[in-house]
C-alpha cells in the first residue's frame, strides 16, 4: 500500500460513514496519477511493452523515502469503473420477466450497452455527467456518455473533481438497473484498477437490507482487504460506496461476483466477468514474440523459473529460444496470453458467461417467501444472460450486440442483458472464447459442430506444463462447473474448409437445457458466422 492510494481506502470509508454527518454518503474515485504511474499524461493510454518496470527507492539522489517509485520505463495505465449494486428484472427467452438481484452500470453506459467493457481512462471516466441523464439511461435517451454517472464539480471544494457525485443522477440510473451478465470489465497487465460499488438498495425488497462486495474468483495475489469476502474485508451498505483497487494479476479470464450469501446472490444473478490482456499484446512487431517473454523474467511478478517455482504462470516455450526475428508476425495480432511463440494469437473476443436461473427461487425471492435452497433447480439456460434465439441479435450479420430493454417497475426500459452471445469470425481468422460458469446447481458443457474447440487456457492459466511443452488440446466440446473458466480459440484460418456466408452452431449436448424453462429450443445455444471481415470493436460483420 503506498501513501498515494492510502487515500483510496480513507476516502472511500469516509463516503461510508458520511451517513451520519452529511447527506453526501456516494463518492467515486479515479485518480489520474499514482505513485506506481506518476505522470497523468501516460495513464490515459497503453504504452508499448520494451520490459519491466524498473524502480529505486530514493527520489533524485535523496536519501531513501521508505517505498518503491518508477524510475524509467513505466508499463501499464490507470482504469477506473463504477458498479452499482441492487436490483432489476431481465427478459428470458420465452418473455418470461424474471426478477434479479444484480449488478448495473454506472460508467461507460455507452460502452456496456453496446456489448463493450465498462472499464475506462482516466480522461473519460473522469467527465461530468450531463444534467439530462434520466432513468434506464442510455435505453431511455441514447445518451452517449461513458463517464461516471452523478460525477459533479465538488463546489465547496471550488469546483475541483474530487470524487463528490450528484445522488440523484446515481439514484435515477442505478435503480432498478440490474445487468444480466453484471457489467463487463477488461483491463491490461500492469494496469492499476480502481472500482466503486455503490450501493442503491432493493427496490423490490425494501424489507431487505442488503450488504453486497466484489469478490474476484481466483484473482491472485488479491489483497484480503480487497477481496470482497465480508470476513476479511469491507462489505458495502445501502446508501454507501466503496473504491476497491487492483494492481492488473497475470492475464487470463477471471470472473466475479458478490461475496454475500453467495449460493443466494449467486443464483439471483449478482455475476460477471473480467478479463486482463498480457503484454504481448504491446509489444513491438519487430521483437520476436520470444524475446518478449524473456524481457518479462525481470518482473518479479511474472518471472517464471521452472527450477525453483512449481506455480511459475508462462514458462518459456520449448524450442523458443530458436525463433527467428519475423517468424511471427504479430502486427495486428491479440493474444490471450503471454505465450512466446503466437500459439494464443486471435483476431476477435467474445467473452461468455453461463448461467442458470431458477425461476421458483426468484419468484419467491420477490414475494417475501422463503427460498428453497436445496430445491434449487435451474431452468434457464443463459448465455451471456440471453436463452436462444435471443443469444443472436436479430439483424444477425451487423453487429453481435443489440442490448436486451426490459420495461421494469419504475416504467422505464433498462439495458438488462446488453451483451449478445452471436459468434462473428472473419475468414481466415480466429475467434477467442472466453467462457466462464458462476452456476450455483449445474454443470455446463459446450459443443462446437465443424470449427474444433482449440482449449488453450484454464483457470486463466496458460495450459503449458513446467518445461515450456504446450499442453493445450483440441476438442468438440467442453464442460465446466460453477467457478471455472476457459479459454477457447474457434479456429477458421482454413479457407478451403470456411468462407464468408457460413453459419456453425455452439450449442449444449445436455437436451434438458435446450430450453426456455417449460418451452424447448432454447437455452444454451448461439450461431458463429463466417464473415469476410469484422471491425474488433463492434464486432460487425461484412460478407
Sequence with gaps: MTRRWMGTVVLALSGMAATTA??????????????THPTEANNNSEPAYSGPTTFHSTNAGTPAIGYLVPSANVNGAIKCQQISGGDGYATMGDG????????????????????????????????????????????????????????????????????????????????????????????????????????????????????????????????????GVPDASVA??????????????????????????????????????????????????????????QNQQGDPRTACNSNVDILCTNPLPFGGDNQKPGTFDTTGQMFAYNDGDGSTAYDVEYPLQIHGFDPNFHFVGMTFNPEGFADMKDKYFLLNGR????????????????????????????????????????????????????????????????????????NAKLLRD???????????????????????????????????????????PNLDHLANDAENFGGLMTEVHICASVDPTTKTCSL
Design 466 to 508: 513446467q518445461e515450456g511443452n504446450n499442453t493445450d488440446y483440441y476438442a468438440n466440446s467442453i464442460t465446466l462447473g460453477g467457478g471455472e473458466s476457459l479459454d477457447v480459440i474457434l479456429d477458421a484460418s482454413d479457407k478451403t474448409k470456411y468462407s464468408a456466408g457460413q453459419t456453425f452452431f455452439l450449442f449444449t
Design 387 to 458: 436463452s436462444y434465439p435471443d443469444t443472436v441479435y436479430s439483424g444477425t450479420l451487423k453487429a453481435t450486440s443489440a442490448a436486451m430493454q426490459t420495461q421494469t417497475a419504475d416504467g422505464a426500459s433498462h439495458f438488462s442483458q446488453p451483451l449478445s452471445a452471436n459468434i462473428n469470425i472473419p475468414a481466415g481468422g480466429k475467434a477467442l472464447l472466453r467462457i466462464s460458469d458462476l452456476d450455483v446447481s449445474e454443470y455446463q458443457t459446450l459443443a462446437s459442430l465443424g470449427i474444433p474447440m482449440h482449449v488453450i487456457g484454464y
Design 96 to 227: 418470461t420477466q424474471t426478477y434479479m438481484f444484480s449488478f448495473g452500470p454506472l460508467s461507460g453506459l455507452s460502452h456496456i450497452a453496446s456489448g463493450q467493457p465498462g472499464t475506462e481512462f482516466p480522461n473519460v471516466f473522469n467527465t461530468v455527467a450531463p444534467a439530462t441523464l434520466m432513468p434506464g439511461d442510455p435505453a431511455t435517451s441514447g445518451i452517449d456518455f461513458n463517464g461516471a454517472v452523478g460525477l459533479a464539480p465538488d463546489l465547496e471544494n471550488g469546483g475541483a473533481l474530487d470524487g463528490h457525485v450528484d445522488a440523484r443522477q446515481i439514484m435515477d440510473v442505478g435503480v432498478m438497473n440490474g445487468n444480466i451478465p453484471a457489467p463487463l470489465m477488461a483491463i491490461d497487465e500492469d494496469d492499476e484498477f480502481f472500482l466503486t460499488l455503490t450501493n442503491v438498495g432493493m427496490i423490490m425488497r425494501p424489507d431487505l437490507f442488503e450488504q453486497h462486495t466484489v469478490h474476484f474468483h481466483g484473482y491472485p495475489n488479491a489483497s484480503a482487504f480487497y477481496d
Design 236 to 293: 458495502i451498505n445501502i446508501g454507501g460506496s466503496f473504491t476497491y483497487y487492483y494492481l492488473a494479476p497475470d492475464a487470463g479470464t477471471y470472473f466475479w461476483h458478490c461475496h454475500i450469501t453467495p449460493p443466494e446472490h449467486l443464483q439471483m444473478g449478482m455475476v460477471g466477468q473480467i478479463y486482463v490482456r498480457p503484454r504481448q499484446n504491446r509489444v513491438s512487431s519487430k521483437t520476436t514474440l520470444y524475446a518478449a517473454l
Design 22 to 35: 452529511s447527506a453526501q454518503s456516494f463518492r467515486v474515485q479515479c485518480p489520474t496519477s499514482t505513485i
